[in-house]
């Protein structure tokens, strides 16, 4: 085993000294945008789509009740929840959530390889070897770009979520939909749409980025080279797993404050009707208002509520989300 380690980095060593004063090598991009067969894409991405969700959503429930209760919430509490919710009450609103964002998630998909092309030609970047603000601004675009679908989903799904299960408000998504229409209008669905405008793109766009880089790291370290004069080198399956990996646990120490402040803007009037007593209405103009307010009054820690949990399934499945996304770009690609 100490031989074959030794070798290895000794091939690392020679193939990095091999490249010295130049790029360090080309990463293979597996398809571009105009070898995409578009309507594969689509069904291949929604399939996966619906796979993750049904793991991913009961993290989802727990992460916006954590990060709207206004007490300190410890592992103990935590448990509980999840023990009072049950596995039905941990997939409250699922039909909503996951039919509603399918939409927002093509027009992602689709707008950041869209975009990540074209900065990517913009920037005369060769193959996988780009500069780091273009995976960033493709991340932020393609976000900006799926907002519009997702604010109204999150506003109707993030008040199912925390509801009281003995005493809901809400009989299904429906009457959801319904009553906030009745109550605000259209407005009543952008609830937020400010603060979304700024965590998720930004959110998008640092897991990108990061996620671009690990996989140039990871694949350096853990090369495959079609022959001993090819400098262009295959990204592999495990260096996109621990680029996934690192990517969603950069993005959520980065933005969970502003995840946390999100969340708060997109739920307090309804937390404002629903307030039980031992605890005092919140209402925040803007994103700021909500940051400062928060770590004021119930400190600067109550920013990182939530962190748990998505730090687990956002390492967890971003490590696999890696994986897909490159397994569904070869799936659809033209032959």
């Known amino acids: 085993k100490l031989e074959k380690i030794d070798e290895k980095i000794e091939n690392f060593l020679a193939f990095s000294m091999s490249n010295e004063g130049e790029d360090d090598f080309i990463l293979d991009v597996r398809a571009t945008w105009d070898k995409l067969d578009k309507k594969r894409l689509f069904l291949t991405a929604s399939t996966v789509y619906f796979l993750e969700c049904l793991f991913y959503h009961p993290f989802d429930v727990l992460r916006t009740r954590i990060q709207t209760s206004q007490k300190e919430v410890r592992t103990k509490e935590m448990l509980r929840m999840i023990k009072s919710a049950g ?12 039919i509603g964002n399918l939409p927002g998630n093509m027009v992602y998909l689709f707008s950041y390889n869209f975009f990540r092309e074209k900065l990517s ?91 671009e880089y690990g996989k140039e790291i990871f694949s350096k370290i853990h090369f495959s080279r079609r022959n001993l004069n090819d400098k262009v080198v295959e990204a592999s399956t495990a260096a996109q797993f621990a680029a996934g990996a690192m990517a969603g646990f950069t993005m959520v120490l980065a933005t969970n404050p502003l995840e946390v402040a999100k969340t708060r ?62 397994n569904v770009l070869a799936f659809s690609s033209k032959k």
Not at 87 to 98: A, D, E, I, R, V
Not at 173 to 198: E, P
Not at 286 to 309: D, S
């Open 87 to 98: 596995l039905k009450g941990m997939y409250t609103g699922f039909t909503p959530n996951t």
């Open 121 to 211: 030609n913009a920037s005369n970047s060769t193959g996988g070897k780009q500069p780091l603000w273009v995976s960033f601004c493709a991340g932020g675009l393609a976000d900006l770009s799926s907002n519009l679908f997702y604010v109204p989903v999150d506003v109707v799904v993030q008040r199912l979520f925390i509801q009281n299960a003995k005493e809901k408000q809400y009989k299904n998504s429906l009457d959801a939909i319904a009553q906030i229409y009745r109550s605000d209008g259209i407005k009543g669905f952008y609830r937020g749409f400010g603060s979304a405008v700024v965590t998720n793109p930004l959110s998008s766009g640092i897991w990108w980025s990061s996620y």
């Open 265 to 326: 803007l997109q739920t307090q009037h309804f937390m404002a009707i629903n307030a039980k007593s031992s605890e005092t209405p919140y209402f925040y103009r803007n994103t700021l208002e909500a940051l400062v307010t928060i770590a004021r009054k119930e400190g600067i820690r109550a920013l990182q509520k939530g962190v748990v949990p998505r730090l687990f399934y956002s390492s967890f499945f971003s490590s696999f989300s890696g994986v897909i996304y490159e």
